[in-house]
């Protein structure tokens, strides 16, 4: 099992015991990526998650409750899935201390996120 762990390039490291993140495509340009500790990684994390995101289009519901599996055949909700994918842009932390919980790497993302908006000048200066 160590063995195995070892072997994961990073992207499967940061999977399955590590941190990585997600943002709109409009809000990727705004993070400072290299100062967060994080660096992106677009298409070799899309490649590993895109099954879920398939799944997460399979199993999700339109406004009348109904799963999109009983409305489209499987290659419909791949292809959505698929254009889903290029509304996300992908980070993996790299540093050597990863936060302790989701809530520590939140508040380092949002730190991050409203010293760019407060530089330039998208937040009022009292924040």
């Known amino acids: 099992m160590v063995e195995a762990y070892k072997a994961m390039d990073a992207v499967d490291q940061a999977l399955v015991s590590g941190l990585v993140v997600a943002f709109d495509v409009k809000d990727a340009d705004h993070f400072d990526a290299s100062e967060a500790g994080f660096v992106a990684d677009d298409q ?16 999700g519901l339109n406004d009348d409750g109904v799963p999109a599996h009983q ?5 419909q909700i791949r292809e959505f899935a698929e254009e889903d994918l290029w509304n996300y842009r992908f980070f993996r ?20 996120r409203a010293k760019d908006r407060l530089a330039s000048g998208r937040l009022p200066r009292c924040l």
């Not at 201390?97 to 949002?110: H, R, S, T």
Request: avoid cysteine; proline fraction near 2%.
């Open 71 to 75: 409305l489209f055949d499987d290659d």
């Open 93 to 112: 932390f790299t540093a050597s201390e990863q936060p302790l919980n989701i809530e520590a790497a939140l508040a380092k993302i949002l730190l991050l």
């Open 44 to 59: 070799r994390i899309a490649e590993r998650v895109f099954e879920d995101i398939v799944d997460m289009h399979r199993y």
